[in-house]
C-alpha cells in the first residue's frame, strides 16, 4: 500500500557529499516514521536516521551516533519525499542506503519498519 523508491546514490571521493531521496506513494497518511537504514559487504543492515512523518518540532531527528553532524536527514511531507543529506564522506559509509517506513513509532530495529526500498548504492573512495 505504500511503495518507497531511493535515488540519489553514486561514486564519490573521500571528503565528498551526496544527497539521497526517497519518493514515497501509495497510502502515505498511514505513514508515521521514515528511516534510513545502511548495509555494508558482509555487514547487517543499520539504522542511519530516522524522523517523524508530518514531524512535530519536539520530536527531533534521530541519527546514529557515529553519524551525527556529518549526515542529515528531512522531509518535505507536501511531495511525499524522504532526503538523506551526506557530507565528509569516508570509505566506511560505503554501502547500500535503504528508506523505511512504518505506521508505528520510530524504532531502531530493521524489524520495526513495514516499508521498504530496493536501496541504492553509495561508494566512497579513497
Known amino acids: 500500500q505504500v511503495q518507497l523508491v531511493e535515488s540519489g546514490g553514486g561514486s564519490v571521493q573521500a571528503g565528498g557529499s551526496l544527497r539521497l531521496s526517497c519518493a514515497a506513494s501509495g497510502y502515505t497518511t498511514s505513514l508515521r516514521c521514515m528511516a534510513w537504514f545502511r548495509q555494508g559487504a558482509g555487514k547487517e543492515r543499520e539504522r542511519v536516521a530516522t524522523?517523524?512523518?508530518?514531524?512535530?518540532?519536539?520530536?527531533?531527528?534521530d541519527y546514529r551516533g557515529s553519524l551525527q553532524g556529518r549526515f542529515t536527514i528531512s522531509q518535505d511531507t507536501t511531495k511525499n519525499t524522504l532526503f538523506l543529506q551526506m557530507n565528509s564522506l569516508k570509505p566506511e559509509d560505503t554501502a547500500v542506503y535503504y528508506c523505511?517506513?512504518?505506521?508505528?513509532?520510530?524504532?531502531?530495529?530493521?524489524?520495526?519498519?513495514?516499508?521498504w526500498g530496493q536501496g541504492t548504492q553509495v561508494t566512497v573512495s579513497s
Open positions: 523505511a517506513a512504518t505506521s508505528g513509532p520510530c524504532g531502531l530495529r530493521v524489524d520495526d519498519y513495514i516499508y
Open positions: 524522523i517523524y512523518y508530518y514531524g512535530v518540532l519536539a520530536d527531533r531527528p
